[in-house]
C-alpha cells in the first residue's frame, strides 16, 4: 500500500535558524514527489516536484531533495513568513490512473 | 487567472440532508481530484478522475459520489450527510505530463454537519 509519512509534526524555529523537514514514502514506483505549502484556509499550492533519487530543486529559501526511500525540504535562515503547512505527496505510475496521496503534513512556525 | 474554483465556501447541514459541491478548473486538465483534510490526518483522496468520463475510488470513498460532468467540472454529493463528514474539502487538477503533474487546488469548502 502507498503511503508517505511526514515528520515531525510540527515545528517551531526562530527566524533566521536553519532546519529540515522530513517525508518518508513507500511506493511501487515513484512517478514523482510534489512539496506543497499550505496557509491557513487556503488550498494547497505547489513549490516542486521530483522525479528521481540525487534530485535537487531550489526556490529562495528552500531547497528539495530526494533519495530513494525519503524527501527533505531544508530551509534556509526562515523568516515568519515562511511559516506555513508543508506537505509531501508521490504519485505512483502503477495504480489505475494519476492518483497523488498526501503526508499529513509539517507544521512549520517561524518567531521573529 | 481563476485557475480552480469550488463552490460554496461554507456550508452547514443537518443529519441526512444531500448536497453537491461544485468544482470548475480552466486550464484545461484531464485529471480532477476531490480530497477531504481534517485535522491531524492532511489530505485524503475521496475520488478522482483520470479523464473526461472516467472516475475511481480514493482512500475514503464511502458516503460520496461523484460526476465528472465534462472536462472543466467535477461534483461531489452527499447523497445523506453525517457528523463524521464535518471536513474541509478540496478540489484539485492536473495535467497529466511527463514531466509537470503537479496539482492545483480550490480555496476549499468547510462543510460542518450537524
Known amino acids: 500500500e502507498d503511503q508517505v509519512t511526514q515528520s515531525p509534526e510540527a515545528l517551531r524555529l526562530q527566524e533566521g535558524e536553519s532546519s529540515s523537514l522530513n517525508c518518508s514514502y513507500t511506493?511501487?514506483?515513484?512517478?514523482?514527489l510534489f512539496w506543497y505549502r499550505q496557509d491557513p484556509g487556503k488550498g494547497p499550492e505547489f513549490l516542486f516536484t521530483?522525479?528521481?533519487a540525487g534530485e535537487e530543486k531550489e526556490k529562495e529559501r528552500l531547497k528539495a531533495t530526494l533519495t530513494k526511500k525519503e524527501s527533505f525540504l531544508h530551509i534556509t535562515a526562515p523568516k515568519p513568513e515562511d511559516s506555513a503547512t508543508y506537505l509531501c505527496a508521490v504519485q505512483s505510475p502503477y495504480s489505475s490512473a494519476s492518483k497523488i496521496i498526501f503526508g499529513s503534513g509539517t507544521r512549520l512556525s517561524i518567531r521573529p | 487567472n481563476a485557475g480552480v474554483t469550488q463552490t460554496p465556501k461554507f456550508q452547514v447541514l443537518k443529519t441526512g440532508q444531500s448536497m453537491t459541491l461544485q468544482c470548475a478548473q480552466d486550464m484545461n486538465h484531464n485529471s480532477m481530484y476531490w480530497y477531504r483534510q481534517d485535522p491531524g490526518m492532511g489530505l485524503r483522496l475521496i475520488y478522482y478522475?483520470?479523464?473526461?468520463?472516467?472516475?475511481d475510488k480514493g482512500e475514503v470513498p464511502n458516503g460520496y459520489n461523484v460526476s465528472r460532468l465534462n472536462k472543466r467540472e467535477f461534483s461531489l454529493r452527499l447523497e445523506s450527510a453525517a457528523p463524521s463528514q464535518t471536513s474541509v474539502y478540496f478540489c484539485?487538477?492536473?495535467?497529466?505530463?511527463?514531466?509537470?503533474?503537479?496539482?492545483?487546488f480550490g480555496q476549499g469548502t468547510r462543510l460542518t454537519v450537524v
Open positions: 511506493v511501487s514506483g515513484l512517478r514523482g
Open positions: 521530483l522525479y528521481s
Open positions: 484539485a487538477s492536473s495535467e497529466v505530463i511527463l514531466m509537470n503533474t503537479e496539482a492545483f
Open positions: 478522475s483520470a479523464s473526461e468520463g472516467t472516475t
